[in-house]
């Protein structure tokens, strides 16, 4: 895959559609060796493509110093809790996994009430959906949820006066991310599953045809 022709926004939606669920890569991996890019298109190139390969160890790396930020402020670890899970539900796949879920662990109590938080059905026109599938978490569209949760978080960050504080350590994150990302040399395992991710991709709009 030319990781030189992908935009930023179509690493995005790669990001927001893609399974979360696989482990993080082995640390023996993750520091395994780095070099300098030889020019502005292969640093563009490799960027691309460490953040999806490695996107699992960015995510723990960053939670991990977020918490080493948090620890004299536990309203705070609350409020950051509350914003990683409403960005966590931008993802299809752990909004999907997570509706499951819960659905089923209601359904032990209340099966009526887990009927009633099934999503609605999406109308079939010619054989193939009307529009594309929305999201649903308990039976309500995803945005309200992360609608709820993000002023939650909001409200709690307000309280905990740690605003300053997770700046400071997101910005340290995401700096480690990038840093890590463009000396990183992208080994043979990281394009074998550019390429299984990108058949993934394609089988799966091939299925919904």
Not at 5 to 16: C, F, K, Q, S
Not at 19 to 48: A, C, G
Not at 56 to 68: E, H, K, R
Not at 146 to 157: E, H, K, M, N, Q
Request: charged share 20%.
């Amino acid at each position: 895959m030319d990781w030189s022709n992908v935009t930023a926004e179509d690493l995005i939606e790669a990001l927001r559609e893609v399974e979360w669920s696989s482990p993080p890569r082995p640390l023996s991996e993750f520091f395994s060796r780095f070099t300098v890019p030889r020019s502005y298109s292969k640093w563009s190139s490799r960027l691309k493509c460490n953040l999806y390969y490695y996107r699992t160890n960015y995510f723990i790396m960053i939670v991990c110093i977020l918490g080493l930020g948090f620890l004299m402020r536990p309203t705070a670890i609350v409020a950051a809790a509350l914003t990683a899970l409403s960005i966590a539900f931008l993802n299809d796949s752990f909004a999907g996994t997570f509706n499951e879920k819960v659905t089923r662990t209601v359904r032990q109590f209340s099966p009526h009430l887990a009927a009633k938080m099934r999503p609605p059905l999406t109308p079939v026109i010619r054989g193939r959906p009307s529009a594309k599938r929305a999201i649903y978490i308990c039976g309500r569209p995803r945005w309200v949820f992360v609608l709820i949760f993000s002023t939650a978080s909001f409200f709690l960050w307000f309280l905990s006066c740690g605003l300053l504080s997770v700046l400071w350590a997101l910005a340290i994150g995401l700096l480690a991310t990038i840093l890590h990302a463009s000396f990183r040399t992208p080994n043979l395992k990281a394009r074998l599953n550019t390429f299984r991710e990108e058949f993934r991709a394609v089988w799966r709009n091939y299925s919904e045809l």
